[in-house]
């Protein structure tokens, strides 16, 4: 079992930029791909990013390449989601999520989920 907690959202003026964080707790958080996905109202939830096991590798969103990156830092059992010149329309409920069996940029192949934090951007 995967205990995930989500924070750093907020409300941020167009251009601005939101670091957000998620911790994670129990079972051992490098044997597990995290995902970055969000949702906003009336829409279906999309991927944003992923990263593997060790931070070896990458994977966004085609459309969020070069404005958000992730990271994770293994020691400290949390996963990162720096998000740049940020716009309206990342505007959304952001949510973690762990994976045991590998990346995936789709929701259903995710294990653990945190319950999100806001992200609201104003033009």
């Known amino acids: 079992q995967v205990q995930l907690v989500e924070s750093g959202g907020g409300l941020v003026q167009a251009g601005g930029s939101l670091r957000l964080s998620c911790a994670a707790s129990g079972r051992t958080f490098s044997s597990y791909v995290m995902g970055w996905f969000r949702q906003a109202p009336g829409k279906e939830r999309e991927f944003v990013a992923a990263i593997t096991w060790s931070g070896g590798s990458t994977y966004y969103a085609d459309s969020l390449k070069g404005r958000f990156t992730i990271s994770r830092d293994n020691a400290k059992n949390t996963v990162y989601l720096q998000m740049n010149s940020l716009k309206p329309e990342d505007t959304a409920v952001y949510y973690c999520?762990?994976?045991?069996?590998?990346?995936?940029?789709?929701?259903?192949?995710?294990?653990?989920w945190g319950q999100g934090t806001q992200v609201t951007v104003s033009s």
């Open positions: 999520a762990a994976s045991y069996s590998g990346v995936y940029r789709n929701y259903d192949y995710y294990d653990y």
